[in-house]
């Protein structure tokens, strides 16, 4: 029998040490979905979209306890909307964009939470920070005072085995401990975002304190996008 999400929240939960936040990723999920996951006790979702979530947000206004965080990448065009919208951007992946939203939050009185995210290895489909990119950004970064600034975030490339991912979040964490040691005020990095539904146990050992779960929770995402359903039309056009 296929288990129900009720069912498979429960099942995660109680096998997540308490100090880790789950955030239930519901990027493409429903609005129904979303209810249920609520009703079984989460608070934290993910979108990674700002006009996906709009969306959500709008019908799911009755549910007073959500925090909203935004994953996916984030054009500096979309920067005030995000801020109105999420309370937590773990997508912050250059200085520009930080800078941006630093002068946002400024304008619209509110201080959002916020994780750097950075690549520990090269990956061309992912964006963020390298890690000396990152360490020459940080003073400017530490000059935010508007950004509440948290945590990294980082997910590893694909085609890694256990090994390799483990790596990816144990550097991910000395990343993390190297920057508190420099003492700039306004970086408190004790935050983690790693782990997803693949990976999730290995961010547990390399002692991540935000996990991001999509399909082990809601099950595979559907794989209709419009590009399918045209393809897919009577008239077969490729
Ligand atoms: C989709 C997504 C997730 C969740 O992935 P699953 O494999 O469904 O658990 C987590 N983080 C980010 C940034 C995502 O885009």
Same mark, same amino acid.
């Given at each position: 029998?296929?288990?129900?999400?009720?069912?498979?929240?429960?099942?995660?939960?109680?096998?997540?040490?308490? @100090?880790?936040?789950?955030?239930?990723?519901? !990027?493409?999920?429903?609005?129904?979905?979303?209810?249920? &996951?609520?009703?079984? %006790?989460?608070?934290?979702?993910?979108?990674? !979209?700002?006009?996906? &979530?709009?969306?959500?947000?709008?019908?799911?206004?009755?549910?007073?306890?959500?925090?909203?965080?935004?994953? *996916?990448?984030?054009?500096? =065009?979309?920067? &005030?909307?995000?801020?109105?919208?999420?309370?937590?951007?773990?997508?912050?992946?250059?200085?520009?964009? &930080?800078?941006?939203?630093?002068?946002?939050?400024?304008?619209?009185? /509110?201080? +959002?939470?916020? /994780?750097?995210?950075?690549?520990?290895?090269?990956? +061309?489909?992912?964006? %963020?920070?390298?890690? +000396?990119?990152?360490?020459? $950004?940080? +003073?400017?970064? =530490?000059? /935010?005072?508007?950004? !509440?600034?948290? %945590?990294?975030?980082?997910?590893?490339?694909?085609?890694? $085995?256990?090994?390799?991912?483990?790596?990816?979040?144990?550097?991910?964490?000395?990343?993390?401990?190297?920057?508190?040691?420099?003492?700039? @005020?306004?970086?408190?990095?004790?935050?983690?975002?790693?782990?997803?539904?693949?990976?999730? =146990?290995?961010?547990?050992?390399?002692?991540?304190?935000?996990?991001?779960?999509?399909?082990?929770?809601?099950?595979?995402?559907?794989?209709?996008?419009? !590009?399918?359903?045209?393809?897919?039309?009577?008239? *077969?056009?490729?």
């Amino acid at each position: 029998m296929v288990e129900s999400i009720t069912e498979r929240i429960t099942k995660i939960r109680s096998n997540l040490p308490a @100090s880790i936040r789950l955030i239930a990723v519901t !990027k493409q999920v429903s609005v129904d979905a979303i209810r249920t &996951a609520y009703a079984a %006790g989460i608070r934290d979702f993910g979108e990674n !979209k700002v006009q996906e &979530a709009e969306e959500k947000q709008a019908q799911l206004q009755d549910l007073p306890e959500i925090t909203w965080h935004l994953i *996916g990448h984030l054009q500096t =065009n979309k920067a &005030a909307k995000a801020l109105k919208q999420f309370q937590w951007i773990h997508s912050v992946d250059n200085l520009k964009l &930080a800078q941006r939203l630093d002068r946002l939050a400024e304008e619209l009185s /509110c201080s +959002p939470n916020i /994780c750097l995210q950075v690549k520990i290895l090269p990956d +061309p489909n992912k964006y %963020g920070w390298s890690i +000396p990119e990152l360490i020459t $950004d940080l +003073p400017e970064l =530490n000059q /935010c005072q508007h950004l !509440k600034i948290k %945590g990294l975030m980082t997910i590893p490339p694909q085609g890694l $085995d256990h090994g390799q991912t483990l790596s990816v979040f144990e550097k991910t964490q000395e990343l993390a401990q190297e920057i508190s040691k420099k003492n700039l @005020s306004n970086l408190n990095i004790q935050e983690l975002s790693m782990g997803m539904s693949e990976d999730y =146990n290995l961010a547990i050992t390399a002692g991540t304190t935000m996990v991001r779960l999509g399909r082990i929770l809601f099950g595979e995402r559907s794989r209709i996008t419009h !590009k399918n359903v045209e393809s897919s039309s009577p008239l *077969g056009r490729k």
